[in-house]
């Protein structure tokens, strides 16, 4: 007989659900306690009905200080923003924030685990790339270059593997990248 | 000439803003990366006016599945909650619940440094608890006790220095508990 292979494509699954996925089996195998940030809000009016929940009438979305994902795993501080584009050949820069960017270079200062997660949802080809790059390529903007070039992704990035549980098993590639760079 | 001793007292300032103002500290003087995960909501309806930002007009504040700080310390995943009580002999475990307990336990688990800050506002008395601590009152709620005793919280946990900058030096109770606790 023949084995047909299992192709886990999530097109049409956003990054975040993904990673959202892949975060809730990691805490329920035990793997990782990685949680997602709330999405930060300026709440301005709150209404107290009685007998019944507060409601928020009036609030606004704030610009993040930091990244959207953080936690622990294997003992390590680990840190990292997701982001898509329906680019073909770069990653544009404008995805980030000059915020972000800070966060991520004191992660590495303090010796956490800091990168970033890109995902080139044309061809639904994710990457992890070590935030040092990424900060590298920031500071080059003023240079001209507003993108990170898909090959340089390709060279200095590592692949993360579909799948089905988890969706995106972005944890193989840390090991491979922070814990077991020589295997 | 006499030197009047100078005391640092907190009175009036809740626990969250001290421990913010030591954060924002902390990042200044690149001691440590931590901050306060933002107040999760469940947002139902937002507003997008033109020419103008976008405005939630419906939201309602969800219980969080996690503590409030997490961060980076020497290289460690630091991971925290900070509660304070009127209560004078005891701290209630209401001011908690289930998932927290939950995740400290994970954190514990995975090799993060996980505690509870305590502050006693009558007093003006903070305390750093391990959380293994909390986890073992909160276990023990089904034989009746429903909150921590002082004494206990004095005996197993180690006190907090008020100051100025920061207003609340908790990382240096850090240090003494979980970086160099033979001194
Ligand atoms: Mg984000
Ligand atoms: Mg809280």
Redesign the interface.
Known sequence: SVKKEVSYSNRGMSLEDDINQSNQFY?LT?K??I?K?????Q?VNVEYPKRS??????????LA??TDY??????????FEAKETKNKTSFPLKNFHEHQIT?MQ??L????ISFIILRFSSTDESYLLDSSYLVHYWKEQSMGRKSIPKGEIEEKGYSITNGYQPRLNYLETVDRVYFYPSL
């Open positions: 805490l035990n990782a306690i949680h940030k709330p999405t930060p809000v709440i929940a507060a409601v928020i009438r009036e609030a606004y979305f704030k200080s930091t953080n936690g622990v795993y294997k003992g390590r501080y680990i840190d966060h004191q992660i200062d303090h010796g956490g």
